[in-house]
Structures are given as structure tokens and as C-alpha cells.
């Protein structure tokens, strides 16, 4: 079982900045996955996509971070991070660090708690 450790969470004011970690107990980014994740869930609502990094470096994020967050890997192939700047109050959520290995199972990290207060 691959486990996945997310760390980086904190309470900051609007405007702030996070960096969240996510380190694997396997290479995440080697051949044997297809794509990796950060995803949130506010109180109250669904879990939802934030970004992504899929095989060959391309990246996506769900249009209520884009330009605020950017999610990249490590020098290690185990290690994803997202940068969270420009924070806002609806940024509050846990977050969640998540791979796809092929053949489409996915892991989840346990989440980190992230509050932004205005």
C-alpha cells in the first residue's frame, strides 16, 4: 500500500502564502503513474479538484486558483509540493495530496487543514 503524507498547513490571514508538501512512500513520478494531484475539501462541501501534473510535466488547475497556485514535484521522485499564494478566505479547506498508478488505482494522502482569515 503506497502511502502519501501531506504537511504545509496552517492558518494564515488573506493574502498569505503556503507551501504544502506531499511525500510518497514510492516514486510518484516514475512510469508506473500517470498522474498526480492536490485536491480540497471545504466544510460543508465536496471534495474538488485543484490541480494537477500528469506523465511528460504538463499542469492544470481548476480556474479559482489558477494564476495563485502552482503545483510542481521535487527533486525527489517521491515529493509533489503546491505553492499557495494570494490566499482568500475560500481557499479554507483540507487539502489533499493524490496519485494514480497505472492501471487506475489511486492513493490519497490524510489531508492537511488550511485556514485563511480576512
Known amino acids: 500500500q503506497v502511502q502519501l503524507v501531506e504537511s504545509g498547513g496552517d492558518s494564515v490571514q488573506t493574502g498569505g502564502s503556503l507551501r504544502h508538501s506531499c511525500a510518497a512512500s514510492?516514486?510518484?513520478?516514475?512510469?508506473?503513474?500517470?498522474?498526480r494531484y492536490w485536491y480540497r475539501q471545504a466544510p460543508g462541501k465536496r471534495r474538488e479538484w485543484v490541480a494537477s501534473?500528469?506523465?511528460?510535466?504538463?499542469?492544470n488547475y481548476a480556474d479559482s486558483v489558477k494564476g495563485r497556485f502552482t503545483i510542481s514535484r521535487g527533486n525527489a521522485e517521491n515529493t509533489m509540493y503546491l505553492q499557495m499564494n494570494s490566499l482568500k478566505p475560500e481557499d479554507t479547506a483540507v487539502y489533499y495530496c493524490?496519485?494514480?498508478?497505472?492501471?487506475?488505482?489511486?492513493?490519497w494522502g490524510q489531508g492537511t487543514q488550511v485556514t485563511v482569515s480576512s
Open positions: 501534473i500528469i506523465s511528460g510535466g504538463s499542469t
Open positions: 493524490a496519485a494514480t498508478r497505472k492501471g487506475g488505482v489511486t492513493y
Open positions: 514510492e516514486s510518484i513520478f516514475s512510469v508506473n503513474y500517470m498522474a
